[in-house]
């Protein structure tokens, strides 16, 4: 791979150039699609966070805007950290987690600081809007972070990650009439979360459905592998007290490369980061580091979170009646469509003695990077993580519906609403792919990414 080489992903969002995380802020604002997130525009590594932006009519097609937020502010000295972002009287405001290192860790705070703008593009800041001062009693000003902003009946209401002095991380709920005073309503699930600290919570009111990740948590059976990772919760919020009273509950993605989704206020839409915190990441040396998954319409069917991607393409192939299909794709998207299925094989990004794997086996799904090209390693030590695999449950649906989204540098898959995302690193022109099912029925369609 050569270092001076520029290569991007085709439609996925990244910096550009530098270091990317969290999503931040989206929203749709005069008719146009707005996406933030952490940006670190001066090094492939994290450094002190700014927000960079990016605005689309289309989810698809993205157009890069100057950085919205740089810190140094008023209680954002040492970053602009993740947060959020609400239409208010023809305004677009961000809200987010300022943080200040001062001498160390138990001197460091992080507090959440508003920004407002009349375009949507140049933003002024209001300075901090809950302080420390505004953190219940026995929770740490230390991890108090990425507040997330929505309304409900003519009132803004707020949820942030925190963390208990003598625990691990919870969820805080705010409310305010005009975004700069709030008041606490409660700690909305009243627990600690399994792992040490939540973050990017997310609550959507439309669907009662409550997204948090969280960091350094226990693996769970064999589906449930990454050290760090993110939750979905469907349940009912009472507004009076905070609490959230759960129902169902899940994993949002079951790939190696996905965190902190957020969701648009005004849309059942959600965007991801692709990628993983203590994981290397080859695209450093491309002059990028993080990218974005591509946008998701959310739904929920039968008590489980649905997520369908947002790609605008043009078919190419279609194939009906197949057992097995040869072809090639490196980026574009295809769509393969089974009934009764009983056996499956993907080989994809194949060439140069590289491949990745999708199978169906043991009743599960299996990818496998352990061959995709360049190895990534992470933190993980159990034995699928360091042989590449992570595992899908399979549903045994009478119709099986997959869908596969290829960029440089990324697989997104997605299996009758449930989704499996993952960076790989394979040869430049490995392209080849191999299809082997076994149904009654199978359709396979290729489409370019228009």
């Known amino acids: ?179 700069l005073s709030w008041r606490f309503v409660g700690d909305m699930l009243g627990e600690d979360c399994k792992g040490v600290m939540t973050e990017c919570p997310d609550y959507r009111d439309t669907e009662g459905l409550f997204l948090a990740s969280e960091q350094s948590q226990p693996p769970e059976g064999n589906v449930h592998l990454n050290y760090h990772t993110t939750r979905w919760t469907l349940g009912k919020l009472d507004y009076g007290t905070g609490r959230f009273t759960p129902k169902d509950s899940g994993i949002c993605d079951y790939g190696f490369d996905f965190y902190a989704p957020q969701s648009f206020e005004n849309e059942p839409v959600m965007i991801g980061w692709m990628n993983m915190w203590d994981r290397s990441m080859p695209s450093a040396q491309y002059g990028f580091t993080g990218m974005l998954t591509v946008p998701r319409r959310i739904s929920v069917k039968d008590g489980e979170l649905s997520q369908t991607p947002i790609v605008t393409k043009k078919e190419v192939v279609r194939k009906t009646n197949v057992k097995s299909v040869k072809d090639r794709i490196k980026v574009g998207v295809t769509e393969i469509a089974a009934e009764n299925l009983r056996e499956f094989s993907l080989l994809m990004r194949k060439g140069d003695g590289a491949v990745t794997t999708f199978t169906l086996s043991n009743g599960e799904w299996v990818f496998d990077r352990s061959r995709s090209g360049e190895r990534i390693t992470g933190v993980e030590t159990n034995a699928d993580s360091l042989a590449g695999v992570r595992r899908m449950p399979f549903d045994g649906k009478k119709k099986t519906e997959i869908t596969v989204v290829f960029d440089e540098f990324s697989i997104e898959i997605f299996v009758n609403g449930k989704s499996l995302t993952s960076t790989v690193y394979p040869p430049h022109n490995a392209d080849g792919l191999e299809l082997n099912v076994d149904a009654d029925t199978c359709e396979y369609v290729r489409y370019d990414a228009d």
């Open 1 to 179: 791979m050569d270092n001076g080489n520029k290569l991007r992903p085709t439609f996925h969002i990244t910096g550009g150039d530098g270091w990317i995380n969290d999503p931040n802020g989206l929203v749709v604002f005069r008719g146009r699609y707005h996406v933030f997130f952490q940006y670190h525009p001066y090094s492939t590594e994290w450094g002190p966070m700014h927000w960079g932006h990016v605005v689309s009519d289309d989810l698809m097609h993205w157009q890069r805007l100057p950085i919205a937020l740089t810190p140094g502010g008023d209680g954002d000295a040492d970053g602009c950290f993740s947060g959020s972002a609400v239409v208010y009287n023809d305004k677009l405001y961000l809200m987010y987690t300022g943080f200040t290192k001062n001498a160390g860790l138990d001197t460091e705070r992080q507090v959440q600081c508003l920004a407002e703008s009349d375009d949507g593009i140049h933003f002024v800041k209001r300075g901090v809007v809950i302080d420390s001062d505004g953190i219940p009693l026995g929770y740490s000003a230390t991890d108090f972070r990425d507040p997330k902003v929505w309304r409900h009946d003519g009132k803004f209401w707020c949820v942030i990650a925190a963390r208990k002095l003598d625990g691990r991380g919870r969820t805080l709920m705010y409310s305010s009439d005009d975004l």
